[in-house]
């Protein structure tokens, strides 16, 4: 572990362990850059789904006068999903401690961890586990407001942190806050671009599948697309198999990612959090106290960034809404003669599907839709130049 602080040539590092309602701590070994407790704690799991959080912190109080509060400093922390970890198998690992500093991201060390979680490996008793609600029942029956679960959350934090203030060894109030995240819903521009850029992972199996349509629609390889054309003919002439074939599509993908399944529990993850390449401005904004404590220019500067960035997310919400109400605007007669061509049109397809059988239909939407290039228009279909013609309430804003 790395030295902190100019007073202290070594460091004094203890553990603090929390599940639930449950806190430990362990010993503090003083004057020790390579600490081993050898401290051995059990939990009863109450729901596997949720977190162990395990921190490591170097205890200044010991050198402190009585009349001095000197904090604690944190030197790491690694939380560990138990529904992550297989029954009654034993995980030992090191995990890196990282704290993020004014100055950027620094690697204070590393703690190696042996973690065991024995349940029972019955079915019946895992489908009840993961049936039952996450919280207590008057939750869903009234629920609670965001400000009043964010007062809720600031209240117990001060209790628990008075709590364990009165234990023996006690517990600063700086190490209570740190292990329950207490400051985790403050703005940051880099927590901002984290969640993001997790959006945009989570969406990306969408644009996967728009680019393999598209390829499949050029024509790329052939043969793919010839044998997208023989399932998707055998999909409409036998409609039962869709929705079994779609699971068992699914099942397929659950058995071909079997073999990437993590090997050991994860931790930290620096580019996850955006902590690697974070601009040392933002950190400071992070840091920096509510109300400000940082010269006017600085404030000024860092309000203009914040509006330009309200701007771009106040245009894409203004883009939304004006999707939403070109949709609406197609049977409210706002647009007469846009809507007399749609509703032409939706008895024309009415009158087609009446006659028509439904397979053929399905069948020629499909080949229309999966048409080789050169019976391809490079311009957009009338039926999207219709709709991006259609009014909204964006003309009536002032």
Avoid at 108 to 117: D, H, N, P, T
Avoid at 185 to 207: D, E, G, Q, T
Avoid at 364 to 387: I, T, V
Wanted: one cysteine or more; charged letters at 25%; a positive charge.
């Amino acid at each position: 572990m790395k030295t902190k602080g100019a007073g202290k040539s070594s460091t004094d590092p203890y553990c603090v362990a929390k599940y639930g309602k449950k806190w430990v701590r362990t010993r503090t070994i003083t004057d020790s850059f390579d600490p081993r407790w050898n401290e051995q704690y059990t939990w009863q799991v109450y729901d596997p789904c949720t977190v162990l959080t395990i921190g490591v912190f170097d205890n200044w109080r010991m050198f402190a006068d009585v009349a001095e509060d000197r904090p604690d400093t944190r030197i790491g922390k690694v939380r560990i999903r138990v529904s992550t970890l297989e029954s009654n198998k034993v995980y030992t690992n090191s995990y890196p401690l990282l704290v993020l500093h004014r100055t950027g991201l620094k690697k204070m060390g590393e703690i190696e961890l042996a973690v065991r979680f024995a349940c029972p490996s019955l079915l019946p008793d895992t489908c009840a586990v993961y049936g039952q609600p996450l919280l207590p029942r008057m939750h869903y029956l009234r629920p609670l407001g965001v400000a009043q679960q964010e007062a809720l959350r600031g209240a117990a934090t001060k209790m628990v942190a008075a709590w364990l203030q009165r234990s023996e060894p006690p517990l600063g109030h700086e190490v209570v806050r740190y292990m329950l995240d207490a400051d985790s819903h403050a703005w940051s521009m880099r927590k901002s671009k984290a969640n993001w850029f997790r959006i945009v992972a989570v969406l990306a199996w969408a644009v996967g599948l728009a680019k393999w349509l598209d390829e499949i629609r050029r024509w790329r390889n052939p043969v793919t697309t010839m044998l997208v054309h023989m399932l998707y003919l055998v999909l409409v002439w036998y409609p039962d198999l869709i929705v079994p074939t779609g699971f068992l599509y699914v099942f397929l993908i659950g058995v071909w990612y079997y073999r990437f399944k993590p090997k050991i529990p994860a931790g930290m993850d620096t580019r996850l959090s955006q902590a690697e390449t974070v601009d040392p401005d933002e950190l400071e904004e992070e840091f920096d106290t509510i109300p400000s404590s940082k010269p006017a220019d600085i404030v000024r500067a860092r309000y203009d960034r914040l509006r330009m960035l309200a701007a771009r997310v106040q245009t894409v919400l203004g883009d939304f809404a004006t999707q939403g109400e070109r949709v609406q605007a197609l049977v409210s007669w706002r647009d007469p003669r846009a809507t007399k061509l749609f509703i032409g049109v939706c008895l024309g397809i009415t009158v087609i599907l009446y006659v028509v059988p439904p397979k053929m239909v399905a069948v020629a939407l499909g080949f229309y839709y999966l048409r080789h290039p050169m019976f391809r228009d490079p311009m957009p279909p009338a039926s999207l130049n219709f709709f991006r013609r259609l009014p909204s309430l964006s003309d009536r804003l002032i």
